[in-house]
């Protein structure tokens, strides 16, 4: 089972600035990562899928990379919605079992 | 457009049970699996149980395991998850997600489950 690290926790940025999110995995998980945002007071929601794909409905500037053990989530110009926690996660085949990150909390700078 | 309205949630003491449960809507609910999510107050996401399309596969996160059972009903496009047992650590918000794949495409709003004495 992968353990899933994020860094940095907590992310200040400026509005209109690039933001770029870490996360880790204790062992290669290949191209099987999510990345979800979460805004206070609301659910969780699905942005990247399989480390780059955007879901339906998710604005261009998110993006993913990154395979094997290593990838990031980027934000190339913030708009005040942004401003959130993101989690990554991975599916563990064996044992069954789904892992989030600890969450890295972008905030306003 | 897919919707997930979970209930249930309250106050309840050390050791009682508890029953959640999950309305969808807006998708072919029985081709899905099916999750659910908590998250402690100021915490983060901690995944709890997956029930697949047709009932025949549940898994558990160990925290959970032998305590919690998770249940559908595809004629109704109902989730449960009945939590027995239940300590103070289980005190989150309970979140019911659709499945696609390796992920969690869709989330309700959540359901407070306090376990307090």
Redesign the interface.
Same mark, same amino acid.
């Given at each position: 089972e992968s353990v899933l690290t994020q860094s940095p926790a907590t992310l200040s940025v400026s509005p209109g600035e690039r933001a770029t999110l870490s996360c880790r995995a204790s062992q290669s998980v290949s191209s099987?990562l999510?990345w979800?945002q979460?805004r206070p007071g609301?659910?969780?929601?699905?942005l990247i899928?399989d480390a780059s794909n955007r879901?339906t409905g998710i604005p261009a500037r998110f993006s993913g990379s990154g395979s094997g053990t290593d990838f990031t989530l980027t934000i190339s110009s913030l708009e005040p919605e942004d401003f959130a926690?993101y989690?990554c996660?991975?599916?563990s085949i064996w044992p069954?079992?789904?892992?989030?990150?600890?969450?890295t909390k972008l905030e306003i700078k | 457009h897919v919707q997930l309205v979970e209930s249930g949630g309250g106050v309840v003491q050390p050791g009682r049970s508890l029953r959640l449960s999950c309305a969808a809507s807006g998708f072919t609910f029985s081709k899905f699996g099916m999750?659910w999510?908590r998250q402690a107050p100021g915490k983060?996401?901690?995944?709890v149980a997956?029930i697949s399309f047709d009932g025949s596969h549940k898994?558990f996160?160990d925290s959970v395991k032998g305590r919690f059972t998770v249940s559908r009903d595809n004629s109704k496009n109902t989730l449960d998850l009945q939590l027995n047992s239940l300590r103070v650590e289980d005190t989150a918000v309970y979140?019911c997600a659709k499945g696609? %794949?390796?992920?969690? %495409?869709?989330?309700?709003?959540?359901t407070l489950v306090t376990v307090s004495s």
């Open positions: 099987y999510a979800y979460q609301q659910a969780p929601r699905l899928y879901a926690v989690y996660q991975h599916r069954p079992g789904y892992t989030f990150g600890q969450g | 999750h999510v983060g996401l901690e995944w997956v898994f996160a979140y696609r %794949d390796d992920y969690l %495409d869709s989330w309700g709003q959540g």
